[in-house]
């Protein structure tokens, strides 16, 4: 039965968020990352919006 | 890039014309306003000849010319915010942002959309993620311009992004 993290455990995660997000962090710090946002609905939220974010960012200018 | 020589003005010109384009493009992500960016751009300009003594021969003019284009831009900035009696949390209330979170259908929305959240970010936030996202700065040349180490800035670009996110999404 999983258990969902608390918040204190997203704080811990919260600066690495941005890299794991864009598949930009080393293997040891991704394995890590991804067991919290497994198991978090609320990081798994914050990446969905951080990649969403990123792609629109990296649209040309009107 | 070859250095340039602080006071030769033969040399000064022909490097602010080539970043002209990229100083408005610059300015303009950051006021979402075509004359402005030009008054700005100009203004840049002038500054440029007027302080180019304090170029430092071997610093990138590039990291230089950005310097001064978000001094001039934190000028503006602070010139407006005395003008204006909005605040983020008024602006909020209002529903100013243009009902972000509801219409997220059209891209031309969704460009519209980010553009009125990246404006309700404290200016050097916006900065950051303008230089970053935008124009293409590594997160060594942003810490250049910030006095910080290549890590430091990297923090508050993420930051910056996390601030947009939460704008953005709520
Ligand atoms: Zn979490």
């Not at chain 2, 060594?140 to 923090?155: F, H, P, Q, S």
């Amino acid at each position: 039965m999983n258990i969902t993290p608390s918040s204190s455990d997203c704080l811990d995660v919260a600066d690495l968020l941005v890299d794991y997000a864009e598949h930009s962090l080393p293997p040891e710090q991704t394995a890590r990352m991804a067991a919290h946002v497994a198991n978090c609905p609320r990081c798994q939220e914050r990446v969905a919006q951080l990649q969403e974010l990123g792609a629109n960012l990296k649209q040309p200018s009107p | 890039m070859a250095a340039v020589q602080a006071d030769d003005l033969d040399q000064v010109v022909p490097l602010f014309e080539r970043y002209q384009g990229p100083l408005f493009n610059f300015l303009y992500r950051l006021t979402s306003d075509y004359e402005t960016s030009q008054d700005l751009t100009q203004t840049v300009f002038e500054r440029l000849l007027k302080y180019r003594a304090s170029y430092r021969p071997g610093q990138p003019f590039r990291a230089w010319a950005y310097q001064l284009a978000r001094n001039v831009h934190t000028d503006h900035w602070q010139r407006n915010q005395k003008m204006r009696t909005t605040d983020v949390v008024e602006v909020e209330r209002k529903g100013a942002l243009g009902g972000a979170a509801f219409r997220h259908t059209a891209a031309v929305d969704r460009e519209q959309d980010l553009h009125e959240a990246m404006a309700l970010l404290p200016p050097a936030q916006h900065e950051i993620l303008v230089l970053h996202r935008f124009q293409g700065f590594s997160y060594e040349e942003i810490a250049d311009m910030l006095g910080c180490t290549a890590g430091a800035a990297k923090v508050k670009a993420h930051r910056a992004l996390q601030a947009l996110r939460t704008i953005y999404f709520n």
